[in-house]
């Protein structure tokens, strides 16, 4: 159980464009999902909380319009990269919380 | 303001014997604190979790430590296989909200 998905795995862009990765909680409900990034050989940066039904709260130095989330349902957020540039080029993680943090298998963005 | 750091950054052990990884805090009053294995390339992968009440935590051959007095953390790896290397992140949590992260411990183990 507590299985979380992630979509796509990885992708490619032109600079400019928006981008956006999905993420499912697959045998749970949560309520609350939490997206991360997480550049090469350092560890995982919070970057939002997301509540089903409510704006997700970001962290300090993450830019809301830039980085659109969405909690439509209990078992899906999404995360929308705009306008993304090279400098956006990492490593995105999802997690669900269900007595715990499940993360899914996480979705690689190259901005060229 | 909060700082978790994990005891080195990589660490190399010989098959069979006992990993242990360190993870220290400071300026924090975790509720509990979490490890994740997290292979390249992937999500990290919930292990244990232990509680501020809690001393000990067993899972097959793992075993976790809290001691809130020093503001440590041990995770170890009993009778360690190549198939344990891997990065290990500790995690400190308060009630439902956000994790902090560890910057996490690369261990490789030799065969």
């Known amino acids: 159980g507590a299985v979380v998905s992630q979509h796509p795995s990885w992708v490619i862009c032109k600079s400019g464009t928006s981008v956006k990765i999905e993420c499912r909680s697959l045998d749970f409900q949560a309520t609350t999902m939490f997206w991360y990034r997480q550049f090469p050989k350092q560890s995982l940066m919070l970057m939002a909380t997301s509540n089903e039904g409510s704006k997700a709260t970001y962290e300090q130095g993450v830019e809301k319009d830039k980085f659109l989330i969405n909690h439509a349902s209990l078992t899906l957020s999404t995360l929308t990269v705009t306008s993304a540039h090279p400098e956006d080029s990492s490593f995105y993680i999802c997690?669900?919380?269900?007595?715990?943090?499940?993360f899914g298998p996480g979705t690689r963005l190259l901005v060229l | 303001s909060q700082k978790i750091e994990q005891n080195s950054e990589a660490l190399n052990i010989q098959e069979g014997k006992t990993a242990t990884l360190t993870c220290n805090y400071t300026?924090?009053?975790?509720?509990?604190l979490q490890w994740y294995r997290q292979d390249p390339g992937r999500g990290p992968v919930f292990l244990l979790l232990?509680?501020?009440?809690?001393k000990e935590k067993r899972k097959e051959r793992l075993k976790v430590t809290f001691d809130t007095t020093l503001k440590q953390s041990l995770f170890h790896i009993t009778a360690s296989q190549p198939a344990d290397s891997a990065t290990y992140l500790c995690a400190l949590g308060q009630g439902a909200q956000k994790l902090v992260f560890g910057q996490g411990t690369r261990l490789t183990i030799n065969p």
């Open positions: 997690s669900a919380r269900w007595e715990t943090q499940y």
């Open positions: 300026n924090y009053s975790p509720a509990y």
């Open positions: 232990i509680r501020e009440n809690e």
